[in-house]
Nanobody, 125 residues
Framework: QVQLVESGGGLVQAGGSLRLSCAAS??????MGWFRQAPGKEREFVAA????????YFADSVKGRFTISRDNAKNTVYLQMNTLKPEDTAIYYC????????????????????WGQGTQVTVSS
């Protein structure tokens, strides 16, 4: 059974940091990433990373503040979030994909096969 389990969310003050983790089980995923959805807003792409970590994509809104990494031995992807802003408040969802192709299309939610349940991140001003 495929599972994506996120952890690391919580409440933090603006300017602070959080590290999200997503542990995958059930199969090997070639691409992994993160989306988020704020209250009253549509779901948006945050970041994605290819199998060996050589390729990454970030939303413009998080570039320079967030980094994404993965540990394939642990089948886990991480999202390090620094200099957090109140507008980063959202439920963050881990996503995973078994296809080989990795490119700008991964910013599209429809290209991801599996989704986690989400973890809440709240940034206070």
């Amino acid at each position: 059974q495929v599972q994506l389990v996120e952890s690391g969310g919580g409440l933090v003050q603006a300017g602070g940091s959080l590290r999200l983790s997503c542990a995958a089980s059930g199969r090997t995923f070639l691409a992994m990433g993160w989306f988020r959805q704020a209250p009253g807003k549509e779901r948006e792409f945050v970041a994605a990373i290819s199998w060996r970590g050589a390729n990454t994509y970030f939303a413009d809104s998080v570039k320079g503040r967030f980094t994404i990494s993965r540990d394939n031995a642990k089948n886990t992807v991480y999202l390090q979030m620094n200099t957090l802003k109140p507008e980063d408040t959202a439920i963050y969802y881990c996503v995973a994909d078994v296809t080989v192709l990795f490119g700008a299309s991964k910013t599209n939610a429809e290209t991801w096969d599996y989704w986690g349940q989400g973890t809440q991140v709240t940034v206070s001003s």
